[in-house]
């Protein structure tokens, strides 16, 4: 059984941080492409920030140079470093993983930017 389990989430102040972390199970993860998504209070889900399985970034151009995707593929997890926060990083927060056709999701947490 194929799980992706996130964590770290929370409330917090604008210019803060916080790290998220998503643990994948039932699935051979090195193998994986790794993605966080994000979706804001009524608005369309988004991507955040892709780490391919041989280590490459991609992100958003909102959270460029704030925040930081990497990926620990002996513990199986992938995180999100999120730093000078605002008050429009407030949404939930997903993992991806997608290798090929295979494709699955976590449970989200929720990130809330407020003052």
């Known amino acids: 059984q194929v799980q992706l389990v996130e964590s770290g989430g929370g409330l917090v102040q604008p210019g803060g941080s916080l790290g998220l972390s998503c643990v994948a199970s039932?699935?051979?993860?090195?193998?994986?492409?790794m993605v966080w998504y994000r979706q804001p209070p009524g608005k369309q889900r988004e991507l955040v920030a892709r780490?391919?399985?041989?280590?490459?970034?991609n992100y958003a151009d909102s959270v460029k140079g704030r925040f930081t995707i990497s990926r620990d593929n002996d513990k199986n997890t992938v995180y999100l470093q999120m730093n000078s926060l605002k008050p429009e990083d407030t949404a939930d927060y997903s993992c991806?993983?997608?290798?090929?056709?295979?494709?699955?999701w976590g449970q989200g947490t929720q990130v809330t930017v407020s003052s």
């Open positions: 780490i391919s399985s041989g280590g490459g970034t």
């Open positions: 991806r993983a997608n290798w090929g056709i295979n494709v699955h």
């Open positions: 039932g699935i051979t993860f090195h193998f994986y492409d």
